[in-house]
Each structure stands twice: as structure tokens, then as C-alpha cells.
């Protein structure tokens, strides 16, 4: 690691009171927007988050993040969330212009579609619907009108024609899929605008740490006010699949029995849900492709991954096209059983 980043990462932990470090900072793997480090102090060990600079100059971005934390420490008294740790009351460190956040180290590591068992899915669903079913208030947390979903597709295809990106060709032929998409899960937006709770928003594989058959909820900088329909039908998209990306029936009932056990699910607009469904994605591509062509990224390492992700996104909806109509059978089914 070069010694700048550890001579930083030595005065963030030296601000939260933390000691001197131990040894050399390593890199965590894993993180798609911000940048983790494992840092070892004659105190313990944490895990330093390094936000994004160019996510940190949107406007609110600062606000929301504090927030974000606000909701994550008060749900880490009924589900296990892992919360940043606070100092004079703050969440987010600044420092030479930059922001910082620090864990306390969390042992455990992520499982992905090969490895998630039923039981995986029965933790993951009961610990959801105790979230949703907790409806906690923060203060400060506004549930009012929130912006609508509006990407210029057409000025992305444009630039991109300019930049020849690799992944130019997927997306010029998904362009008019892109623009159905974005419709449909803007009307479903509206229709579901109702009922919210706050939540995690981003409880998918990567963001929940196994200790053995222990879960430990991470990563909450997307928590927020969700519909809680779309949140589950998010989060059994991400779990209740095999390895090649296909429905399973025993992980979907483990996941949404679990879920009911907290929260039944009565009255639901299913279609309308699973038309929300495709906004997570959306919302997460149009980031991705202004990362790629260098328009919101602080790195050349950001804009690769950005490249990365775009692919991986794009072939995400398309799956997620195939699954829809089979999980709105399921879903009806298994709410009227």
C-alpha cells in the first residue's frame, strides 16, 4: 500500500481516538462504490471506509449518509446491523476534504448463489420483515415526494457512440428494452408511493456478512424510505436464485415464509411491485455508464469498474425480464395459500 494512504488512514483512526496503527492498512475486496480497509490499532481492529469523492460532491449526498447511519444504529437493536461508530455524536469523519467512516471489524464473509442454502434465505426474510414490520422513525427523515426516475437514455447512447465503450453494443441493442423499463418502473414508482418504511435498500449478497449461520447486516450508505413489497421482491431476486441465475422454489418459499412470519403480506399489487423491481438496476446502470464514461468517477480504477458493472447490470435486467412473470405466479400463490 503506498505510505500516503497509510500515513491517512493513521490520522483518520488517530482523530476517532483509535491509537496508532499496528501494521501496514490492507485493502478489502468487495466494495463497488466506496474504498474499505482492514487497519489493525493497539485498540482493536476496524474497517475504514474511504468515501467516494465523486458520489460525495452530489448535492445531499453528505445528508444522506449521515441519515443513513441514523437508521442502521437505530435497527441494530432488533436485526444485526453493524452500524459506523460515532464520535462527539458523528458518523462521517472529514478530512482534507474528504469523508471517513469507521467499523468496528466484523468477522464472517459474504456467500453468493452457489452457497446460499434455504436457510440462508429463512434468515435473510425474517430478519427483512422484522425491518419492515419495526417501521422505525428518524428524525429528520422526510417520507414526502422523492424525484422521479428521468435518465436522458438517448444523451447516454449518444456519448457513448462518441467513447466506444465495450459494452456499446448491449446497450444499443437493449436501448428501446431500456426505455420500456424505465417506464414501467416510473408508473409502478407511482402507484406504490403510499406505504414506505425504512430500510437497508441494498441487502443483497455482498452487504451481509456470515459467522457461520450468524448474519451481520453491512454497507447501509442506500437506507432509506422503500416500499416494502419492492424491497422483498429485490431481495428474493438476489437470494432465492441457483448458480446459473434461475428461481429456486425451496430458497423463494424458505425466504417469503420467513418474511410473513414478521410482516404478512396482504392486498398486494404484484405487477406493479415487480415492475418497481426493475429501479434498483436502472438507477444502478445509469450510475455505472456515467462512471465508464468518466463523467462521475475519481479514478481510473473507478471507471473500469464502472465498464465492469455496466455489462454485469445489463445482463442483470435481462434476467430479471425472464424471472417476472414466474415470480408473480409464485407470489400470488404463495399469499393466498
Request: charged share 25%.
Given at each position: 500500500?503506498?505510505?500516503?494512504?497509510?500515513?491517512?488512514?493513521?490520522?483518520?483512526?488517530?482523530?476517532?481516538?483509535?491509537?496508532?496503527?499496528?501494521?501496514?492498512?490492507?485493502?478489502?475486496?468487495?466494495g463497488l462504490m466506496h474504498t474499505m480497509y482492514a487497519a489493525v490499532t493497539e485498540r482493536g481492529k476496524y474497517a475504514v471506509k474511504a468515501l467516494n469523492p465523486a458520489v460525495m460532491k452530489r448535492e445531499k449526498a453528505l445528508?444522506?449518509?449521515?441519515?443513513?447511519?441514523?437508521?442502521?444504529?437505530?435497527?441494530?437493536?432488533?436485526?444485526?446491523?453493524?452500524?459506523?461508530?460515532?464520535?462527539?455524536?458523528?458518523?462521517?469523519?472529514?478530512?482534507?476534504?474528504?469523508?471517513?467512516?469507521?467499523?468496528?471489524?466484523?468477522?464472517?464473509?459474504?456467500?453468493?448463489?452457489?452457497?446460499?442454502?434455504?436457510?440462508?434465505?429463512?434468515?435473510?426474510?425474517?430478519?427483512?420483515?422484522?425491518?419492515?414490520?419495526?417501521?422505525?422513525?428518524?428524525?429528520?427523515?422526510?417520507?414526502?415526494?422523492?424525484?422521479?426516475?428521468?435518465?436522458?437514455?438517448?444523451?447516454?447512447?449518444?456519448?457513448?457512440?462518441?467513447?466506444?465503450?465495450?459494452?456499446?453494443?448491449?446497450?444499443?441493442?437493449?436501448?428501446?428494452?431500456?426505455?420500456?423499463?424505465?417506464?414501467?418502473?416510473?408508473?409502478?414508482?407511482?402507484?406504490?408511493?403510499?406505504?414506505?418504511?425504512?430500510?437497508?435498500?441494498?441487502?443483497?449478497?455482498?452487504?451481509?456478512?456470515?459467522?457461520?449461520?450468524?448474519?451481520?447486516?453491512?454497507?447501509?450508505?442506500?437506507?432509506?424510505?422503500?416500499?416494502?413489497?419492492?424491497?422483498?421482491?429485490?431481495?428474493?431476486?438476489?437470494?432465492?436464485?441457483?448458480?446459473?441465475?434461475?428461481?429456486?422454489?425451496?430458497?423463494?418459499?424458505?425466504?417469503?415464509?420467513?418474511?410473513?412470519?414478521?410482516?404478512?403480506?396482504?392486498?398486494?399489487?404484484?405487477?406493479?411491485?415487480?415492475?418497481?423491481?426493475?429501479?434498483?438496476?436502472?438507477?444502478?446502470?445509469?450510475?455505472?455508464?456515467?462512471?465508464?464514461?468518466?463523467?462521475?468517477?475519481?479514478?481510473p480504477e473507478e471507471r473500469r469498474l464502472g465498464t465492469a458493472q455496466v455489462r454485469g447490470t445489463l445482463h442483470a435486467l435481462d434476467a430479471y425480464e425472464r424471472k417476472a412473470a414466474l415470480l408473480r405466479e409464485w407470489l400470488?400463490?404463495?399469499?393466498?395459500?
Amino acid at each position: 500500500m503506498e505510505k500516503s494512504i497509510a500515513d491517512l488512514l493513521q490520522k483518520v483512526l488517530q482523530e476517532m481516538d483509535f491509537g496508532a496503527l499496528q501494521e501496514p492498512p490492507r485493502r478489502v475486496d468487495g466494495g463497488l462504490m466506496h474504498t474499505m480497509y482492514a487497519a489493525v490499532t493497539e485498540r482493536g481492529k476496524y474497517a475504514v471506509k474511504a468515501l467516494n469523492p465523486a458520489v460525495m460532491k452530489r448535492e445531499k449526498a453528505l445528508e444522506n449518509t449521515i441519515l443513513s447511519e441514523k437508521i442502521a444504529r437505530e435497527l441494530s437493536t432488533t436485526v444485526p446491523a453493524v452500524p459506523a461508530i460515532c464520535k462527539d455524536g458523528e458518523a462521517v469523519l472529514a478530512l482534507n476534504g474528504c469523508y471517513y467512516m469507521v467499523f468496528p471489524w466484523q468477522s464472517g464473509k459474504s456467500v453468493f448463489a452457489k452457497k446460499i442454502t434455504p436457510l440462508h434465505c429463512e434468515r435473510i426474510g425474517g430478519i427483512l420483515g422484522t425491518i419492515h414490520h419495526a417501521n422505525v422513525q428518524i428524525d429528520g427523515a422526510a417520507c414526502g415526494e422523492t424525484e422521479v426516475f428521468d435518465p436522458d437514455w438517448g444523451a447516454v447512447l449518444q456519448l457513448a457512440r462518441q467513447e466506444k465503450p465495450s459494452w456499446l453494443r448491449l446497450f444499443t441493442a437493449r436501448y428501446d428494452k431500456i426505455g420500456g423499463w424505465t417506464q414501467r418502473y416510473v408508473a409502478a414508482a407511482e402507484k406504490l408511493s403510499g406505504e414506505k418504511v425504512l430500510s437497508h435498500r441494498d441487502l443483497d449478497p455482498k452487504n451481509v456478512l456470515w459467522n457461520g449461520m450468524e448474519p451481520f447486516l453491512i454497507d447501509w450508505e442506500a437506507a432509506g424510505y422503500v416500499n416494502p413489497e419492492r424491497e422483498l421482491t429485490e431481495v428474493v431476486n438476489d437470494w432465492a436464485c441457483n448458480q446459473r441465475g434461475r428461481l429456486d422454489r425451496e430458497k423463494f418459499r424458505a425466504l417469503l415464509a420467513a418474511y410473513q412470519m414478521n410482516r404478512p403480506l396482504l392486498h398486494t399489487d404484484w405487477p406493479a411491485v415487480l415492475d418497481s423491481g426493475y429501479g434498483g438496476m436502472l438507477e444502478w446502470l445509469l450510475y455505472n455508464m456515467k462512471r465508464s464514461l468518466g463523467i462521475e468517477c475519481s479514478s481510473p480504477e473507478e471507471r473500469r469498474l464502472g465498464t465492469a458493472q455496466v455489462r454485469g447490470t445489463l445482463h442483470a435486467l435481462d434476467a430479471y425480464e425472464r424471472k417476472a412473470a414466474l415470480l408473480r405466479e409464485w407470489l400470488r400463490e404463495a399469499c393466498n395459500a
